[in-house]
Nanobody, 123 residues
Framework: VQLQASGGGSVQAGGSLNLSCAQS????????MAWFRQAPGKEREFVAA????????YYSDSVKGRFTISRDNAKNTGYLQMNSLKLEDTARYYC?????????????????WGQGTLVTVSS
């Protein structure tokens, strides 16, 4: 299973970015997917997760109301729409998928990881 994250870049505070995560190697639609991030000098933290059909979404409190996770099973791709970006959103963002189907907020439940895409928010 391979995940390829893209869409990161530099943006001013208040701006928007849309990250993509393309998955290959197994049937994408059978499994949940999630986004995590890691800021310099900090531990990796949960951002958002979505169930295999997209019926339920989960968000960290820090991004709730600003970020939206979604997926297009026909394209084997997940997305993270990030609006109203803040300085503290600066981090490398990773998409992840579990060996089993369940969506969780625990990074240790995820077995497959993309290489990450860097998001830098400036004032």
């Amino acid at each position: 299973v391979q995940l390829q994250a893209s869409g990161g870049g530099s943006v001013q505070a208040g701006g928007s970015l849309n990250l993509s995560c393309a998955q290959s190697g197994r049937t994408f639609s059978f499994y949940a997917m999630a986004w995590f991030r890691q800021a310099p000098g900090k531990e990796r933290e949960f951002v958002a997760a979505v169930t295999w059909k997209g019926g339920a979404e989960y968000y960290s409190d820090s991004v709730k109301g600003r970020f939206t996770i979604s997926r297009d099973n026909a394209k084997n791709t997940g997305y993270l729409q990030m609006n109203s970006l803040k300085l503290e959103d600066t981090a490398r963002y990773y998409c992840a998928a579990p060996f089993y189907a369940r969506a969780t907020m625990d990074q240790y439940d995820y077995d497959y990881w993309g290489q990450g895409t860097l998001v830098t928010v400036s004032s």
